[in-house]
């Protein structure tokens, strides 16, 4: 039960921040768009990742340092292109939809999004692959048991984000909040790819 608390513990401490996939389910959550497709898709590729991570495969990532290369620079490239977009919908007031009754998105569209706003970010796999596989491996036989814990966090964290952003819904009826929000997705994807270009 120690070990299970020590791995919910650590993954909450790794998961709660505003990053991409965290903006992302905000803004999904606030439109009432696939919501629950989408916290489906981020708890399924943590939980992914950390089984990835427990199993051993963090000493292989980590002695591959031309790999972690190529993922920085690909994951800067598409939080820039992200980026662009939400500057895009900030700067055209016409692209903005404050009310959740319109068309959304295309599932496979949004799914697409989320996944690639996961598995195109070597943050995610230098925290959970990495960074928890070594914790994890430190637990000897329970490491499983603080993977399960890092999942338990993953799933909690990213069902209450999802769900608990449509009660921000009346703070979102105005155009104008949608663009302050926007605005910040942007400048965090532009910041994120900063960093991971300034770490390669």
């Known amino acids: 039960m120690l070990t299970l608390l020590a791995g919910l513990s650590f993954g ?3 998961i709660v921040a505003i990053g991409a996939q965290n903006t992302f389910v905000i803004r999904q959550g606030v439109r ?3 919501v629950g497709a989408v916290v489906a898709v981020c708890i399924a590729s943590d939980v992914a990742l950390i089984a990835v991570g427990v199993a051993g495969a963090g000493a292989v990532v980590a002695a591959a340092p031309g790999l972690l290369t190529v993922l920085r620079l690909a994951g800067a490239a598409f939080l820039l292109g992200y980026g662009a977009l939400a500057l895009r919908r900030a700067w055209r007031p016409g692209a903005l939809r404050a009310d959740t009754s319109g068309a959304a998105a295309p599932l496979g569209s949004v799914l ?10 070597p943050h995610v796999y230098l925290d959970t ?6 914790l ?3 637990h000897g036989a ?3 048991w603080f993977g399960a814990g890092a999942a338990l966090g993953s799933a909690l964290w990213f069902t209450v984000l999802g769900r608990g952003a449509r009660l921000l819904r009346p703070v979102f009826a105005k155009p104008g909040a949608w663009r302050v929000l926007d605005l910040v997705v942007a400048v965090v994807m532009v910041v994120l790819a900063v960093q991971l270009v300034a770490r390669t």
């Open 32 to 34: 009432g768009e696939h």
């Open 12 to 14: 909450l401490s790794l």
């Open 112 to 121: 697409a999004t989320a996944a690639a706003l996961t598995w195109l970010n």
């Open 142 to 144: 329970d490491r499983w």
């Open 136 to 138: 994890a491996a430190a």
């Open 129 to 134: 692959v990495v960074l928890l596989g070594s």
